[in-house]
């Protein structure tokens, strides 16, 4: 069965059906048409890398990207050191498994104030941009919401994303826009013009925002179910440019209870209908 226009742009992160292990999550993923998939590094370690890039490649779905590197920032050199040596690790796998990004989800730390981890994250950067283009792989920084700002990333704002990559300077690192982290800040259409021109909007997620939210980490709801103007954010990174997958990323401890065959048929409908 071809698989409708509509669809071609359709993309699917492996968190989203966290029940289903790789081989299944391939099979069902082409049941509802979706087109595209972004591997999660934990869907990768039951069979391993090598045995999940094939199960990928015979699936017929594009790789999209492989979430996620980052984590840079540290108290000590020794554990800064660890974190990039991981990252070459996760360069690798993607490599392996012919995904052409990763996903950083850059990181912090309560004990390294935002401004030092920020110049970590930086340097972390430019040390692995060249090892990144030897593998042919590229790296989007993606801001997250604030309200993480202290474990999981110092880099909140488009701004602040565009201003790193722009330090970095290198076609390989750029940045992901996920309208969840992004949604709220009142320079955004501005910023997504600013990535445009500069080329760096490698990639693009969606979910939406549920009110109330029960929980900071897995309460992500279905496209149409909260409050974030999708179309619109999606509307301004076209124009900017971006014509690549429309990812949809949900980690949702609710969500995942449900049938998961009947949650990508609910998927499909919400994606053609709201993103
Ligand atoms: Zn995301």
């Not at 999209?64 to 920032?73: A, E, I, T």
């Not at 202290?150 to 602040?160: E, H, I, K, Y």
């Not at 300077?169 to 320079?187: A, L």
Request: glycine share 6%.
């Amino acid at each position: 069965m071809n698989t409708p226009p509509e669809l071609s742009r359709f993309c699917l992160h492996t968190i989203t059906t966290k029940p289903l292990a790789l081989p299944a999550a391939c099979t069902a993923y082409k049941q509802v048409d979706i087109s595209g998939i972004t591997v999660w590094r934990d869907a990768l370690q039951p069979l391993g890398v090598k045995a999940s890039a094939k199960v990928l490649a015979d699936s017929g779905l594009k790789v999209v990207s492989l979430c996620r590197g980052g984590f840079f920032p540290a108290v000590t050199a020794v554990d800064r050191r660890k974190a990039i040596d991981e990252n070459r690790q996760v360069i690798d796998e993607a490599a392996a498994i012919g995904a052409p990004l990763i996903v950083l989800v850059c990181g912090a730390v309560p004990k390294v104030p935002l401004t030092e981890a920020r110049k970590q994250i930086a340097e972390a950067l430019v040390e692995l941009a060249p090892y990144a283009a030897d593998a042919n792989v590229k790296l989007g920084i993606e801001p997250l919401h604030p309200m993480f700002a202290d474990t999981r990333s110092a880099v909140n704002t488009l701004g602040q994303a565009n201003d790193l990559a722009e330090q970095i300077n290198s076609p390989q690192v750029g940045v992901t826009i996920d309208v969840y982290h992004v949604w709220w800040d009142d320079r955004l259409e501005a910023e997504i013009a600013r990535a445009g021109r500069n080329k760096s909007i490698f990639s693009f997620h969606v979910c939406d925002w549920l009110s109330p939210t029960r929980d900071m980490l897995n309460d992500r709801g279905v496209m149409g179910d909260g409050c974030i103007p999708i179309r619109q954010i999606r509307a301004w990174v076209e124009s900017a440019g971006f014509d690549g997958m429309i990812e949809v990323e949900i980690f949702s401890s609710e969500l995942w209870q449900l049938d998961q065959m009947q949650f990508l048929h609910r998927l499909r409908t919400a994606y053609l209908e709201h993103s």
